[in-house]
C-alpha cells in the first residue's frame, strides 16, 4: 500500500515545521533545501498579521505531506539574520531551494494564495505537488475500481480520507465501494454524514443515484420473466420500466436506457413522466460525460422534440 500511495519524505509533521535561529541557518535552511524546498517564515511575538499567517502556513505545510518544509524565525532574537537578509516588514515568507531564495511574500495571506504558493514552489523544483498527488491517486482508485478491484480501490480511497476528509471524489468512490460489495447501508451512513456543500456535489449525487438504482432492482424482478411480460404486451410499461431497472442492474446499461426510451415513445405521459425521470436518474449515475449518457440524450431529446 505504501507503494502506491507513495510521496512524502520519512518522519512525521516535526520534521516538516521547526525553529531556528542564526547559528543554525545554514544548516537548517541552506543545506536542507538541497534535499527539498525549505520556506522559512520570519515572525516576532508582537505581530499581529504573523499569528495570523503562522497557523495557516503550518497547516498548509503539512498537508503537502513532505513536499517542502517549514522554518521559522523569530526577528527579535536574531536581528543579525534579519539585516543580513534585509528583513524590513514582517511576517516575511521567503522560499530557499538549493541553498537560495526562489520566492517569497510578504504579509498573511489567505489560505487559498499560501497553498497556491507552495503548489508553484514544488512544481517550480521539480517536485510533484499535493494537487498533483491527490488527482493520481484518485485516478488509481478509479481505475481499480472499475477494474473490479474494490478492495484495492477502498484502502486509496481510505488513505486519501485521512487527508480529506471531505474529498467528494474520494467519498463518492468510497461509497461505490461498498455497494460494490452489497454494503449499501454503510455507504447510505457515509453520505449521511456530509455537509451540505459536499453532499450536494455531483459525484455525490450520482452515487446517491446508484443506491436508489440498486434498491428499485432489489423488487424488479427477474430478467427473464420481465422480459416474456413486454413481449406479451408493449405497452405494460411497469413492466417495461421493471425491465430497465434489471438490466441495469445486471450491467447491461444500454439496453436498460433502450427500454426507457421505447417507453417515452410509446406514453411519455404515463405515471408522471416515470420513464424520462428514471431515465434522467441513469445518466446521473453513469456521469453526463459517460458515452451511454451522451447518446441517450441525444435520443431523448430527438423524441422528446420531434
Same mark, same amino acid.
Given at each position: 500500500? !505504501?507503494?502506491?500511495?507513495?510521496?512524502?519524505?520519512?518522519?512525521?509533521?516535526?520534521?516538516?515545521?521547526?525553529?531556528?535561529?542564526?547559528?543554525?541557518?545554514?544548516? %537548517?535552511?541552506?543545506?536542507? +533545501?538541497?534535499?527539498?524546498?525549505?520556506?522559512? !517564515? #520570519?515572525? $516576532?511575538?508582537?505581530? =499581529?498579521?504573523?499569528?495570523?499567517? =503562522?497557523?495557516?502556513?503550518?497547516?498548509?505545510?503539512?498537508?503537502?505531506?513532505?513536499?517542502?518544509?517549514?522554518?521559522?524565525?523569530?526577528? &527579535?532574537?536574531? *536581528?543579525?539574520?534579519?539585516?543580513?537578509?534585509?528583513? *524590513?516588514?514582517?511576517?516575511?515568507?521567503?522560499?530557499?531551494?538549493?541553498?537560495?531564495?526562489?520566492?517569497?511574500?510578504?504579509?498573511?495571506?489567505?489560505?487559498?494564495?499560501?497553498?497556491?504558493?507552495? &503548489?508553484?514552489?514544488?512544481?517550480?523544483?521539480?517536485?510533484? +505537488?499535493?494537487?498533483?498527488?491527490? $488527482?493520481?491517486?484518485?485516478?488509481?482508485?478509479?481505475?481499480?475500481?472499475?477494474?473490479?478491484?474494490?478492495?484495492?480501490? @477502498?484502502?486509496?480511497?481510505?488513505?486519501?480520507?485521512?487527508?480529506?476528509?471531505?474529498?467528494?471524489?474520494?467519498?463518492?468512490?468510497?461509497?461505490?465501494?461498498?455497494?460494490?460489495?452489497?454494503?449499501?447501508?454503510?455507504?447510505?451512513?457515509?453520505?449521511?454524514? /456530509?455537509?451540505?456543500?459536499?453532499?450536494?456535489?455531483?459525484?455525490?449525487?450520482?452515487?446517491?443515484? +446508484?443506491?436508489?438504482?440498486?434498491?428499485? @432492482?432489489?423488487?424488479?424482478?427477474?430478467?427473464?420473466?420481465?422480459?416474456?411480460?413486454?413481449? @406479451? !404486451?408493449?405497452?405494460?410499461?411497469?413492466?417495461?420500466?421493471?425491465?430497465?431497472?434489471?438490466?441495469? $442492474?445486471?450491467?447491461?446499461?444500454? @439496453?436498460?436506457?433502450?427500454? /426507457? /426510451?421505447? $417507453?417515452?415513445?410509446? %406514453?411519455?405521459?404515463?405515471?408522471?413522466?416515470?420513464?424520462?425521470? *428514471?431515465?434522467?436518474?441513469? #445518466?446521473?449515475?453513469?456521469? #453526463?460525460?459517460?458515452?451511454? +449518457?451522451?447518446?441517450?440524450?441525444?435520443?431523448?431529446?430527438?423524441?422528446?422534440?420531434?
Amino acid at each position: 500500500m !505504501d507503494q502506491i500511495i507513495g510521496g512524502g519524505a520519512p518522519g512525521g509533521d516535526a520534521d516538516l515545521v521547526k525553529d531556528s535561529d542564526q547559528k543554525r541557518f545554514a544548516k %537548517d535552511v541552506l543545506e536542507a +533545501s538541497k534535499a527539498r524546498p525549505v520556506i522559512v !517564515d #520570519f515572525w $516576532a511575538p508582537w505581530c =499581529g498579521p504573523c499569528k495570523t499567517l =503562522g497557523p495557516i502556513i503550518e497547516k498548509a505545510v503539512k498537508n503537502a505531506k513532505g513536499a517542502v518544509q517549514l522554518v521559522k524565525v523569530n526577528i &527579535d532574537e536574531n *536581528q543579525m539574520l534579519a539585516q543580513q537578509l534585509r528583513i *524590513q516588514s514582517i511576517p516575511a515568507v521567503y522560499a530557499f531551494f538549493q541553498g537560495r531564495p526562489v520566492d517569497g511574500f510578504v504579509g498573511a495571506l489567505p489560505e487559498g494564495q499560501i497553498k497556491q504558493f507552495i &503548489d508553484r514552489l514544488v512544481q517550480a523544483t521539480g517536485g510533484t +505537488s499535493p494537487g498533483e498527488q491527490l $488527482a493520481e491517486l484518485l485516478e488509481h482508485a478509479k481505475e481499480a475500481l472499475d477494474g473490479g478491484d474494490a478492495s484495492l480501490a @477502498a484502502r486509496i480511497y481510505a488513505e486519501i480520507l485521512q487527508q480529506e476528509p471531505e474529498n467528494p471524489a474520494a467519498v463518492a468512490g468510497m461509497a461505490r465501494c461498498y455497494i460494490k460489495a452489497g454494503d449499501v447501508a454503510r455507504a447510505k451512513a457515509l453520505l449521511g454524514k /456530509l455537509p451540505p456543500a459536499v453532499a450536494n456535489h455531483a459525484e455525490i449525487a450520482a452515487v446517491r443515484s +446508484s443506491m436508489e438504482l440498486a434498491e428499485q @432492482a432489489e423488487k424488479a424482478g427477474p430478467v427473464n420473466d420481465l422480459e416474456a411480460k413486454v413481449a @406479451a !404486451d408493449p405497452k405494460d410499461h411497469q413492466a417495461r420500466l421493471d425491465l430497465a431497472t434489471a438490466l441495469y $442492474a445486471a450491467g447491461n446499461r444500454e @439496453a436498460a436506457v433502450d427500454h /426507457l /426510451l421505447q $417507453a417515452i415513445r410509446i %406514453d411519455r405521459k404515463w405515471n408522471d413522466e416515470a420513464a424520462r425521470k *428514471q431515465l434522467l436518474k441513469y #445518466f446521473e449515475a453513469l456521469g #453526463f460525460n459517460d458515452p451511454i +449518457s451522451v447518446e441517450g440524450r441525444k435520443r431523448l431529446s430527438s423524441i422528446l422534440f420531434a
